[in-house]
């Protein structure tokens, strides 16, 4: 009989409360699509409860990426100095090779996403898709950007590669990718949750064009299996080198 299950690291447990908060946040919207779908039209006039409750929860999900002391994941916080643990003599070189392979996978999923969510405001624009069926899939992308982190990304299985979300090149990203579906309607609702995401999206970047040498397990010990107490890898399809200590 194997033994028990290690301990649930309070990081794990942190996203695990993260995602059932999502999720019901995405059946309360689906169930208003159902039954309501004008509360879900931001457009109309007066925002209903359905919509200021989306907005604010995905707007503290963005803006929380920008606090050192969070209590997000490494993945995350690699981009501060307070989670850089330097490698001794590292190679430059391969970690120059490394920003050059991260970067293509990183353009692979640019260039998806944008696809997909540029088609989204094109339908909506010629009157194919409504302004509510673009707020449920802000929330099924809000939901989503958590199940990529506990459970299966399809951006790291088949675009990145990267070996878990600690590693992962383009973690803040999904600030910005969760407000995409609205971004091709004109209105302050979309305009602050697209703004805040773009926000994190250019902080990110900058800090990893600066400070690459955080971004990689190569020179960042953080980043490594045998430093990881988070274990946010546990319950995941597609990770790579898993390690509970």
């Not at 707007?59 to 920008?66: D, Y």
């Not at 506990?150 to 990718?177: E, K, S, Y």
Request: hydrophobic residues 50%; contains cysteine.
């Amino acid at each position: 009989m194997g033994g028990p299950l290690p301990r649930l690291s309070d990081v794990t447990r942190r996203y695990i409360i993260d995602f059932l908060f999502r999720l019901a946040v995405f059946l309360v919207m689906g169930g208003v699509y159902l039954l309501r779908p004008e509360w879900l039209d931001f457009t109309a006039g007066d925002l209903s409860w359905p919509l200021m409750l989306l907005w604010a929860a995905v707007l503290f999900s963005m803006l929380v990426q920008l606090d050192t002391n969070s209590g997000l994941t490494t993945g995350c916080l690699k981009q501060y100095p307070s989670r850089f643990d330097p490698v001794e003599g590292y190679d430059p070189q391969a970690l120059a090779r490394a920003v050059k392979e991260q970067d293509r996978g990183a353009v692979k999923v640019a260039l998806v996403w944008l696809a997909i969510n540029l088609c989204f405001g094109a339908l909506y624009h010629v009157g194919v898709l409504s302004v509510p069926f673009l707020v449920l899939m802000c929330a099924l992308c809000y939901l989503c950007d958590v199940v990529c982190v506990l459970f299966f990304c399809p951006f790291q299985t088949f675009l990145m590669h990267n070996r878990c979300c600690v590693n992962c090149r383009i973690f803040a990203w999904g600030a910005w990718m969760m407000a995409a579906p609205l971004m091709g309607v004109p209105h302050w609702y979309s305009w602050t949750l697209c703004g805040a995401g773009a926000l994190v999206l250019w902080v990110w970047e900058a800090r990893y064009r600066r400070y690459p040498e955080r971004f990689w397990q190569g020179s960042n010990r953080n980043l490594q299996c045998a430093s990881c107490r988070e274990q946010l890898c546990r319950y995941k399809r597609g990770s790579k080198g898993k390690t509970f200590v």
